[in-house]
């Protein structure tokens, strides 16, 4: 493996370790605001809330890396059929299977975490004004900023950098 394949590797482990972190603290924040402090990862009892968001977040989850999955596929298989050039990683079999499963994956967890930063968004409009402390609001909502703020430039930079030719 070259050196430049290397580092688009690496940096396409930070950019998925950045977006599994902004998605899963917009979750955290989203069961937090519902005054659902503490939770049992793997097995164990949850309140019905949670189990209810962990769930309809997996569905979205799986329901984007699916179709995503399957668009890069069929977009691949037309590119060959039609001629055209596949413009990640010099075209080679292994730039599908990276980009399928890297991101799919990526862009599942940053569409999930934006789709939990609207609910919150909604919850906290919804909730008394009162009833929300306005300093770990603010932290929240600069927090989910800054970290995907994080995530997109990291996933732009793995994407422009597999489509640069060397």
Same mark, same amino acid.
């Given at each position: 493996?070259?050196?430049? +394949? !290397?580092? @688009?590797? &690496?940096? #396409?482990? $930070?950019?998925?370790?950045?977006?599994?972190?902004? =998605? *899963?603290?917009?979750?955290?924040?989203?069961?937090?605001?519902?005054?659902?402090?503490?939770?049992?990862?793997?097995?164990?009892?949850?309140?019905?809330?949670?189990?209810?968001?962990?769930?309809?977040?997996?569905?979205?989850?799986?329901?984007?890396?699916?179709?995503?999955?399957?668009? +890069? !596929?069929? @977009?691949? &298989?037309? #590119?060959? $059929?039609?001629?055209?050039?596949?413009?990640?990683? =010099? *075209?080679?079999?292994?730039?599908?299977?990276?980009?399928?499963?890297?991101?799919?994956?990526?862009?599942?967890?940053?569409?999930?975490?934006?789709?939990?930063?609207?609910?919150?968004?909604?919850?906290?409009?919804?909730?008394?004004?009162?009833?929300?402390?306005?300093?770990?609001?603010?932290?929240?909502?600069?927090?989910?900023?800054?970290?995907?703020?994080?995530?997109?430039?990291?996933?732009?930079?793995?994407?422009?950098?597999?489509?640069?030719?060397?």
């Amino acid at each position: 493996m070259t050196a430049r +394949i !290397l580092a @688009l590797l &690496a940096a #396409s482990v $930070v950019a998925f370790i950045l977006s599994a972190k902004a =998605h *899963g603290r917009q979750i955290r924040l989203e069961r937090e605001l519902e005054g659902h402090h503490h939770v049992v990862f793997g097995t164990g009892t949850n309140p019905p809330y949670v189990e209810a968001l962990w769930r309809a977040d997996r569905v979205r989850f799986w329901s984007i890396v699916a179709a995503v999955a399957v668009t +890069i !596929l069929g @977009l691949y &298989a037309l #590119s060959r $059929v039609q001629g055209w050039r596949w413009p990640f990683l =010099h *075209g080679g079999g292994g730039s599908v299977a990276w980009l399928t499963v890297w991101g799919s994956m990526v862009t599942a967890f940053l569409t999930c975490g934006f789709w939990s930063l609207i609910r919150f968004r909604g919850a906290v409009s919804a909730k008394l004004a009162g009833t929300v402390d306005a300093e770990w609001l603010s932290e929240a909502l600069q927090g989910s900023a800054w970290w995907f703020t994080a995530a997109v430039l990291a996933t732009v930079l793995v994407l422009f950098a597999s489509t640069r030719r060397v």
